[in-house]
């Protein structure tokens, strides 16, 4: 399996540490975001990955390289301006194949085993889904019996992880587009899995949270 690293976004909210720094390379318990990415997704075996950027990528591609220091492979998809997220896989379409692949949004941090994400017959994603956090209380969707669903109750949050076919993409023309029509039009169909992952999970969206991030890791170790 192949794996996708969002790193595209400019990380507004997070300023002024991201004026001069990709958000994704920020760090949390002595590594960046996207090397604590990088190291789960080898442990779990996936070693292929691609990485999205735009604001900052140089700086990007000048940490990482090729992956080899981390014992992965990673190309890059350069975008000139953020596609956003489904606009950004659809872009990296080519680098990631015709099966199915994992992507990760770079600004979270989550101890999922990214093994646990199965794709049932006929689906077009599997997502996880965590507790609702306090800055986000309403969620995004709800879980019945291992299906993701639009609506119902109670809700859970979007983790920003997910298994993907790359159908669920490929009729969309190339440019800027949101992933969340594309999931809601396929969860009309039934067509999307979930898991409720009960582990630990930090959407790295202010300065604040990613020092109880770079808290919590520093304790740990």
Sequence with gaps: MKAMILAAGRGTRMRPLTDHTPKPLLEAGGRSLIV??????????????????????????????????????????????????????????????????????????????????RLAPGDLAQLALVDNPLHHPEGDFSLDDGRVRDGGAPRLTFAGIGLYHPALFAEQPEGAFRLAPLLRAAMADDRVGGLHHRGRWFDIGTPERLAALDALLRERS
């Design 36 to 117: 604590h990415h990088i190291e789960r997704l080898a442990t779990a075996g996936i070693r292929e990955l691609v990485i999205n950027h735009a604001h900052l990528g140089a700086q990007i591609e000048g940490a990482l390289g090729d992956g080899s220091d981390l014992g992965v492979e990673i190309r890059y998809s350069p975008e000139e301006r953020a596609l956003e997220t489904g606009g950004g896989i659809r872009r990296a379409l080519p680098l990631l194949g015709d099966a199915p692949f994992l992507v990760v949004n770079g600004d979270v941090w989550c101890d999922l085993d990214p093994g646990a994400l």
